[in-house]
């Protein structure tokens, strides 16, 4: 996917895997169909944003950050810098945020959440259209802590509810369970 109509078209072709998924499908593609910027970090209101579900090769684990401005164990992801591409945003961060090559499983999205970004010093509330992509890391590689990050650990899918019980990231666990 390079740009902003191929996202589009995975939006429009996508199945979500129930009716909160489907209702964030359609909020991030009309969102996606009005904004030509829609990856502009400045735009206000919000943006598309990528992450990565890093999962093992066995599908017994998943890599979670600590995030140190939320304080919350989540997928790594984040913003597009020049990038109209939200599978590349979504390596990229992965990459950056754990210091671990990933591989993605496949181009096609994995999961969608539009959620709310608080108010902070130097920015206003927004919301990030986040497109989630499966990747895959080797568990054996030395993780590095970015600074972003409190803490990056490896996560049994049957124990990612005692350290988040987001129903966005409960469903990316039972979608990598199926």
């Known amino acids: 996917m390079s740009t902003r109509s191929a996202l589009i078209e995975q939006l429009r072709g996508y199945r979500p895997a129930d009716a909160h998924e489907e209702r964030m499908r359609v909020r991030i593609l009309e969102f996606v169909v009005a904004h030509a910027d829609c990856f502009r970090r400045t735009l206000a209101g919000g943006h598309v944003t990528g992450s990565a579900w890093v999962v093992n090769r066995e599908r017994t684990h998943t890599l979670l950050v600590h995030h140190r401005r939320l304080g919350k164990w989540l997928q790594p ?7 109209t591409d939200a599978l590349a945003v979504a390596v990229r961060e992965a990459e950056e945020e754990t210091g671990l090559r990933v591989r993605p499983v496949s181009p096609l ?31 054996a ?3 590095v802590v970015s600074p972003e990050s409190r803490a990056a650990e490896w996560v049994r899918l049957d124990h990612v509810a005692a350290v988040n019980t987001d129903e966005s990231v409960l469903r990316m666990v039972r979608k990598t369970s199926a």
Do not use: N, T
């Not at 539009?114 to 499966?134: G, N, Q, S, T, W």
């Open 77 to 83: 992801g984040g913003h597009a810098e020049e990038e």
């Open 141 to 143: 590689r030395r993780v």
């Open 109 to 139: 999205i994995f999961d969608l959440d539009a959620h709310d970004i608080p108010e902070r010093k130097k920015e206003a509330a927004h919301v990030h259209y986040d497109i989630r992509f499966l990747v895959e890391a080797d568990m």
